[in-house]
């Protein structure tokens, strides 16, 4: 099964040395000018000046950011950007998962490499999505030819949440997990999850029979939790409990379990995250377009919640942009709390890079350190619209924007650089992904 014929891709020398690039720091948001050698694949050295007689990538006025990490996403949903938007979440819902699943194999293929291509081409070196299973060799066969670190699992569900949404049993959910598992865990760039969509749309034991699943092979468990209130009232008048109270007591909270949204929790639920250290995927461009509410990530983040930023699915989102994401977490916190010191952009960086990384699992990712893997972007300062490179990594977060990263490397090796993708024709892509979207509409 081949959709599009990559251009030769030319293997890089085994080293590779960064000149003049602005090295940060996340801490005091300073920059330090800086030479940088990669290794085998990993930064082996950083230092003021460097000579190495190797491959050289001048970053003269270009920032370098470690890969981001964007911890809960739909990349199919790059197809269905546009139809979907200002209605109401009950109509959103029905048409966009009504379009979802019309899909034919060739479409879902495009419609993940084309959110893949987004991500990368925003400086997002590793993403965590929830898929679904009638085209997943398609899905997989996207991300690598992406290039992209992907942890991916199926969007299990076993309970009619409503008639869209397709239902299955449990043995076929954990079969389907235990395939994707058995063909493409730790191969390359890919890792698989265990992904229950969530507790409206599954039952109590799958949601618990999906957490063996994960515990007993080490893997990330990846569902919603209280996006709409709805639905969160719902749960609590089945069980007793709020959703995140009702996943404790199910007892599938760990520091491997990341929980989308989670925007409607008590007092009470927000000190559970905390306690069991699970990671919340924030997603404040959904919450906002989609009307969901907003979540009290502030309140999380001072109790000790671990926090990282989701982009969602782009029928939601509209955006695979993830400092823009992150900047409108941080605004929307300081809205929320009436206080402009919440989620400052030092902290808003980390839960971008270091902290996202180990929410899946990468403990030698997200940084710039000897060591760490060499998963990279370079940034030009020199835009009209982050003048002041005193003040760069603020100036970049609030007023500049992904589009200002020209070069994107994947484990050592170059997907994106000077401002175009290596071994993608992109108009070929756009042409394609432009006739699917045609089609589609029609359909919609």
């Known amino acids: 099964m081949r959709f599009v014929q990559k251009t030769e891709v030319i293997l890089m020398k085994e080293a590779l040395l960064i000149k003049n690039t602005l090295l940060p720091n996340f801490e005091d948001l300073t920059t330090e000018?800086?030479?940088?050698?990669?290794?085998?694949?990993?930064?082996?050295k950083i230092a003021p000046s460097i000579d190495a007689n190797c491959s050289t990538l001048d970053a003269q006025q270009k920032l370098i950011l470690p890969g981001m990490a964007d911890i809960h996403t739909h990349m199919v949903q790059s197809l269905t950007k546009g139809p979907l938007?200002?209605?109401?979440?009950?109509?959103?819902?029905?048409?966009?998962?009504?379009?979802?699943?019309?899909?034919?194999?060739?479409?879902?293929?495009?419609?993940?490499?084309?959110?893949c291509l987004q991500s990368l081409r925003f400086?997002?070196?590793?993403?965590n999505e929830m898929t679904y299973f009638p085209h997943i060799d398609a899905v997989v066969q996207a991300y690598q030819d992406a290039g992209i670190r992907a942890t991916f699992g199926i969007g299990a569900t076993d309970f009619a949440e409503n008639d869209q949404i397709k239902i299955t049993s449990i043995d076929e959910c954990l079969r389907q997990a235990e395939y994707l598992y058995d063909k493409w865990h730790c191969k390359g760039l890919l890792r698989t999850a265990a992904v229950p969509q969530g507790r409206p749309a599954c039952t109590a034991e799958l949601m618990v029979e999906l957490k063996k699943f994960a515990r007993e092979r080490g893997l990330v468990y990846h569902t919603h939790l209280a996006e709409g209130a709805f639905e969160t009232d719902r749960i609590r008048k089945m069980t007793g409990r709020g959703e995140a109270e009702e996943?404790?007591?199910?007892?599938?909270?760990?520091?491997?379990t990341i929980l989308?949204?989670?925007?409607w929790l008590s007092d009470e639920e927000i000190q559970l995250l905390a306690d069991t250290k699970a990671v919340v995927a924030h997603c404040p461009s959904t919450n906002m377009k989609l009307s969901?509410?907003?979540?009290?990530?502030?309140?999380m983040l001072k109790a000790g919640v671990r926090v990282g930023f989701g982009c969602d699915g782009e029928a939601s989102s509209a955006n695979r942009d993830l400092l823009r994401e992150a900047r409108h977490g941080s605004y929307l916190q300081k809205v929320l709390t009436l206080?402009?010191?919440?989620?400052?952009?030092?902290?808003?960086?980390?839960m971008l890079t270091k902290n996202a990384m180990q929410a899946l699992g990468y403990q030698d990712l997200g940084m710039i350190e000897v060591g760490a893997q060499a998963d990279f972007s370079l940034v030009k300062t020199d835009d009209i619209c982050t003048t002041n490179r005193r003040r760069i990594l603020t100036n970049l977060l609030y007023a500049g924007s992904g589009y200002q990263i020209d070069t994107v490397y994947v484990a050592g090796k170059s997907v994106f650089e000077n401002g175009k993708f290596l071994h993608h024709d992109?108009?070929?892509?756009?042409?394609k992904c432009e006739k699917i979207l045609s089609d589609l509409e029609q359909r919609m």
């Open 33 to 44: 000018k800086s030479d940088i050698l990669v290794e085998n694949g990993r930064f082996s």
């Open 260 to 263: 989308a949204h989670s925007i």
């Open 426 to 431: 992109i108009g070929k892509v756009l042409e």
């Open 123 to 127: 400086g997002v070196t590793a993403i």
């Open 85 to 115: 938007d200002d209605l109401n979440i009950t109509h959103w819902l029905t048409k966009m998962l009504s379009a979802q699943w019309s899909l034919n194999e060739e479409e879902w293929y495009y419609g993940v490499l084309l959110g």
């Open 339 to 350: 206080d402009a010191t919440v989620m400052p952009a030092n902290q808003c960086y980390q």
């Open 247 to 256: 996943l404790g007591y199910l007892g599938v909270l760990d520091e491997n």
């Open 292 to 299: 969901d509410g907003a979540p009290r990530i502030a309140q």
